[in-house]
């Protein structure tokens, strides 16, 4: 049990090419889903899970991103800047490793929201990471039952919860709902500063270190403009 993690990474760097046109002049963490910015869904759950700092990397329109996050105590903020150059999220994670520390931290995309089961999902993915058996932990969703989904799925789950890759030509029943618990170690010695983060869970997976929990409750893929009606009708139906 890892009750004591209390950092998260959120991924806010990204140019939002799908979101098109609405990220022409909009980033795309600031686009609004039930009158919410997508970026203030993921900081209100990290809060609510007791997360205490966030590191937030920014690199397109980050002055937007910066400006909007500027009165939000809670969690703690620190801006990772990649204005000069997009690191992707490997390489985010990397740059902001100072910040991250030595220990375990969530990991967490803009984009993926959720309608929440009985239970906080974010508290359960914290509370069920073990070190001594994880090097990743990721929150996935169930394909046919998500919001948005466009591909056919990421992973297949063993019974003991580990997680194995979409075999090509295949459909896989879960799909990685962007957020995860990673150590930090898992990074160190890596040469580039620009790179992808995936490798790294098909890498644990090939090690039998990569593991899944289900998410309790309707996932949220907002990736295109289209979603969105959808999106914000089932936030609506869940309040009823």
Not at 41 to 52: C, K, N, P, Y
Not at 108 to 116: A, G, K, P, R
Not at 188 to 203: E, R
Request: hydrophobic fraction near 45%; charge should be neutral; aromatic fraction near 8%.
């Amino acid at each position: 049990m890892s009750a004591s993690i209390k950092t998260a990474m959120v991924f806010a760097a990204g140019l939002g090419t799908r979101m098109r046109p609405l990220t022409d002049s909009l980033p795309k963490p600031l686009i609004e889903v039930a009158s919410k910015p997508l970026i203030d869904h993921m900081l209100d759950r990290l809060e609510e899970a007791g997360i205490e700092t966030a590191i937030v990397n920014v690199h397109y329109l980050a002055d937007q991103i910066e400006s909007r996050l500027a009165g939000r105590s809670r969690p703690k903020l620190v801006f990772s800047d990649e204005r000069t150059l997009l690191l992707d999220q490997g390489g985010g994670i990397k740059k902001a490793l100072p910040q991250l520390g030595s220990t375990p931290f969530v990991m967490c995309n803009t984009d993926s929201i959720w309608i929440e089961g009985p239970r906080s999902n974010l508290r359960r993915l914290i509370a069920g990471f073990d070190p001594v058996r994880m090097d990743v932990l990721l929150l996935v969703a169930s394909a046919t039952s998500s919001i948005g989904v466009d591909w056919p799925g990421d992973f297949t789950m063993l019974p003991d919860g580990r997680l194995l890759k979409r075999e090509e030509r295949r459909v896989a029943p879960f799909v990685y709902a962007g957020v995860g618990i990673i150590k930090p170690e898992l990074f160190a010695g890596v040469g580039p500063d620009v790179f992808k983060l995936a490798p790294f869970f098909f890498a644990a997976a090939e090690r039998g270190r990569l593991f899944g929990q289900r998410l309790d409750g309707t996932w949220l893929h907002v990736g295109t403009p289209q979603v969105l009606p959808e999106a914000e009708l089932s936030i609506a139906r869940s309040i009823l």
